[in-house]
């Protein structure tokens, strides 16, 4: 299983979730009340907001309840989708604070765009990328969000370390992820399924907070909020070999808070790409 196979798997199912989402729910487990993907969201925070939006929400938390955002910041939510964390974090920031989401896929960054036409968001702009190799400049962002993303990386090392190149020194790095709790049967690690389904992916809980802390992140904080099964991440686990099945239940959403140093350096890079029509990022301030 090399990283592009990965990376295709996870196109292919999240495209076709796009999809799915301009006629009913779709999600990183099953329907709107299975236990990793349900009740994330009050209804007065997605109230004005497309059905779309929350229809194509893939997450396993509320990563914008996890952070204090101010008038005037600027925030990065990586693998955005259909575009509702950046939407609900546009609110937050104001007229003078600006939000990019960034994703893959093609049908997902489609949807985010008529999610923003319709909820009359001005403050937002969606770039095409990976969340390895972050289109935006170093030192450029105030908060790095993400929801249920950074499991699906085939090299989550890359993610964190170009997470802390974009935050400005004393940045916010705070995202909802799958995290597993001891070690995952190699075989079980292998199934593309469970992969492209954020469960095979999830990082032990202490190596993610050594790879934050390799990155240069300080204040480490990794909260567990549900623990679940298979089953109820949408996952057909009847015929899994009984290993894989010791897996099961040490899979949990947790919440992952850290902090850029106030006196961090960050290495700069040449990026060009576009943002909503933009020739060089940046410009849509």
Known sequence: MTTTDITEAVRTRYAAAAQQARTGRACCGGDADDGVTGNLYTDVETEGLPDTALAASLGCG??????????????????????????????????????????????????????????????????????????????????????????????KSLVLNDAFRVLRPGGRFAVADVVSEGHLPDGFRKNMEAWAGCLAGALDVDEYRRLLTNAGFVDVEIQTTRRYTAGEAGIDSSEWPDEWKAADGRLMSAFVRATKPAGAQSVPVSVTSSADGCETLGCCR
């Open 62 to 155: 509320n990563p914008t309840a996890l952070v204090d955002l101010h008038e005037g910041e600027t925030v990065l939510d990586l693998g955005s989708g259909g575009g509702i964390d950046v939407l609900l974090s546009a609110r937050r920031v104001g007229a003078t604070g600006f939000v990019y989401g960034l994703d893959m896929t093609d049908e997902m960054l489609a949807l985010a765009q008529k999610n923003k036409a319709e909820a009359g968001a001005t403050n937002v702009a969606f770039l095409k990328g990976q969340i390895e190799e972050i289109p935006l400049p170093a030192d450029s962002v105030d908060v790095v969000i993400s929801n249920c993303v950074i499991n699906l990386a085939a090299d």
